[in-house]
């Protein structure tokens, strides 16, 4: 009798739990209906391609060529038009310049869906805070990035660039073409622990090591979860052996930074160690924020401190990758700009062998073309926000607060109106003369207006310093039979990687 009872009461059980999974479900359903319905009716004064009824253009956007699809809609939707990301995510997509002011002027947070899959590693550092605590923040981290801390950071750039291109001497010695992208990312990893940490030049330690492997993992697992539509479904995706793996690279990362902060706090506290690190060569990233302190003497708390951090690390890495990979790609494709660059670093080096931080501001031609480089292939092809008010446009039509907004950063840089034959490499377009009158939201790597990079002079300074010394050692030309196919991530990416033939110039090649 009691086992009968007893398979009855879970029987009960059973279809309790039934039915309350599909209430749930249909309550989650009905939301995203709402939701959807909300939506589509701010932006019925813009029109779209056709959408699929279930993926929206999501099909379309993991297609090869879907970067230059959207440029293709461009000329067929002035202005924007309507993005769907399966059948209840929807952005206005917008590439016209006089748009991208109406938003990117303002101080709008970024879009809750593309950055929440990011927000178990990085937290709530500045690329997804919003409101008086971004403005905090904001104004703390920004000592981190005058330009007196950035000077000693060149030797630290050209000593991780130079352990890189003496593997390319390795590698070039067999005569045929290599993957840039995963050496380049390497070294950058490599750059940012330095100017983060404080690590020392030479081998990783086993901390150090676990960590590396742990940001590389998450980065590649990011990328992995955006292009799979099933994994944009937090139940789903924990529930997947990538999202297992996430959450663990998460763990190691969260560990190694929480840390670091222990221990660099105890040594502020011991005299002898703090004339250590005031005596140190460059203060890192974690030095400057662990001092800094807003008018009311309110210091960034461990938590917010490991955010800021993990932010720096994601936000540092993949999109100087980008950035590097694919300038070199441009010099490699058109080599009468190659050969002017290294002759304006030769010029700047003279007998020198190493960069200071006056050459940079010499760097006239150089800094051109990687403006342009920036142009075709934007690190970031791809930026979000959610409008906290309504937004008017220049065409009389708005939008209401809520609405989301996708900034097409790699279709706005081939706008036509703006940036006549779009597709031709012409470094001279950020010549002086050009740039004075062209609209200062028709070119946007760095973002634009209140919310753009922080960290964006850092950056151009890494640039400038990787890429002076890649021509200074090797002449770099394409592998016809293995054309990138570009891939529209986190960053701008290659499906099939960055390919390119290295020629050594011998070791007086700088003199």
């Keep these: 009798m009691v086992p009968i009872l007893f398979s009855m009461s879970l029987s009960r059980l059973g279809l309790w739990a039934s039915g309350l999974i599909l209430a749930l479900g ?115 981290l920004t000592p981190a990035f005058h330009y007196d801390v950035l000077k000693p950071y060149v030797a630290v750039f050209a000593s991780s660039t130079r352990a890189m291109l003496d593997k390319w001497e390795e590698k070039a010695r067999e005569h045929k073409s290599f993957d840039i992208f995963c050496d380049v990312g ?19 330690g086993h901390r150090e090591s676990s960590y590396y492997h742990a940001v590389y993992n998450l980065t590649v697992l990011t990328q992995q979860r955006l292009q799979e539509f099933l994994y944009h479904n937090d139940f789903i995706y924990w529930l997947t052996p990538h999202g297992r793996r996430f959450l663990r690279a998460c763990q190691v990362a969260h560990d190694h930074t929480d840390q670091v902060i222990r221990e660099r706090k105890a040594a502020l506290q ?46 540092g890495h993949d999109t100087t990758t980008s950035a590097i990979s694919w300038f070199l ?3 490699a494709r058109y080599p009468e700009h190659q050969d002017r660059c290294r002759e304006e ?27 342009e480089s920036f142009r075709l292939y934007p690190p970031v092809p791809q930026v979000y926000r959610q409008l906290s008010k309504p937004v008017n446009f220049v065409d009389g039509r708005s939008l209401p607060a809520g609405s989301l907004i996708s900034l097409h950063i790699y279709a706005l840089h081939r706008n036509s109106s703006v940036w006549p034959d779009p597709e031709v490499f012409d470094p001279l377009r950020f010549s002086s003369e050009n740039v004075t009158g ?40 394409l592998d016809p039979s293995r054309p990138p196919i570009k891939s529209l991530q986190l960053i701008l990416k290659s499906k099939n990687g960055i390919h390119l033939q290295l020629k050594p110039l011998g070791p007086n090649s700088g003199k």
């Design 345 to 371: 670093v030769r010029e700047i080096l003279g007998d020198r062998d190493s960069f200071q931080w006056d050459d940079l501001s010499k760097m006239t031609y150089l800094t051109m073309c990687i403006k």
């Design 329 to 331: 790609y441009c010099m």
């Design 26 to 140: 249909f309550l989650k359903l009905i939301c995203l209906l709402v939701r959807r319905q909300s939506l589509a009716r701010a932006m019925d004064s813009f029109t779209g391609p056709p959408t699929h009824w279930l993926f929206g253009h999501a099909l379309e956007m993991q297609q090869t060529g879907s970067l230059d699809k959207v440029v293709s809609w461009t000329h067929q939707f002035p202005y924007a038009h309507q993005l769907w990301i399966g059948p209840f995510l929807g952005f206005l997509n917008i590439y016209e310049p006089d748009y991208a002011k109406a938003v990117y002027s303002r101080g709008d947070p970024k879009a809750p869906d593309p950055y929440d899959f990011i927000l178990p590693w990085i937290g709530n550092g500045l690329l997804v805070l919003h409101g008086p605590k971004w403005f905090q923040h904001r104004k703390l």
């Design 438 to 477: 062209r609209h200062p939201f028709a070119f946007m790597p760095f973002s634009a207006g209140p919310r753009n990079c922080i960290g964006q002079q850092f950056a151009m300074n890494e640039v400038k310093v990787v890429t002076g010394l890649c021509l200074l050692r090797f002449e770099f030309a």
């Design 186 to 204: 390497h070294m950058a990893l490599d750059s940012l622990m330095k100017c983060t940490f404080g690590k020392q030049d030479g081998g990783l």
């Design 270 to 315: 011991d005299a002898k160690e703090q004339a250590k690190i005031q005596n140190r060569r460059h203060l890192d990233f974690l030095d400057i924020l662990l001092g800094t302190q807003d008018e009311n003497e309110i210091k960034l708390s461990d938590a917010e401190l490991r955010a800021e951090v993990d932010t720096f690390m994601f936000e």
